[in-house]
């Protein structure tokens, strides 16, 4: 029989992420010890709540799906270990921004030409 694994299902309004890896070398070389690393604020969704209620008993869905590139506050949230990979559980409102890659000449809008 298989071993089973650990699945993390966030609750509310939570949302788990991956965070992208600390930078460990300065692009010189220099190796950066752990404790003066930055923490990353790009991150991806891997799952997410089902979303909060309001006042009024209705469910307000998450804005953020899994797969979502989203930016994150500095500080915040909680880390967590399922099958010995790190994850944050943070707050839908700790979540600052999605991010996306877009073409530049749809930035232009119409083509006036």
């Known amino acids: 029989m298989a071993e089973k ?3 993390a299902e966030p609750l509310h309004d939570y ?3 991956d965070r992208q890896k600390p930078q460990t ?7 950066i010890p752990e404790s003066a690393q930055e923490k990353p604020i790009l991150a991806t969704v891997r799952a997410v709540g ?4 309001d006042n009024k008993g209705d469910l307000i869905p998450m804005s ?3 797969g979502d590139q989203v930016v994150l506050r500095k500080f915040g949230g909680a880390e967590i270990e399922v099958n010995g ?14 991010v ?3 073409d530049p000449e749809d930035l232009n809008g119409p083509d006036k030409g």
Not at 50 to 53: D, E, L, M, T, V
Not at 85 to 97: H, K
Request: aromatic share 8%; charged share 20%.
């Open 64 to 66: 953020v799906v899994p």
């Open 100 to 102: 996306k890659m877009v």
């Open 5 to 7: 694994l650990v699945v």
């Open 50 to 53: 089902p979303g909060r209620f």
């Open 15 to 17: 949302v788990l992420v």
């Open 25 to 31: 070398e300065t692009d010189g070389g220099i190796l």
């Open 85 to 98: 990979i790190g994850f944050f559980i943070v707050a839908e409102n700790e979540i600052l921004s999605k």
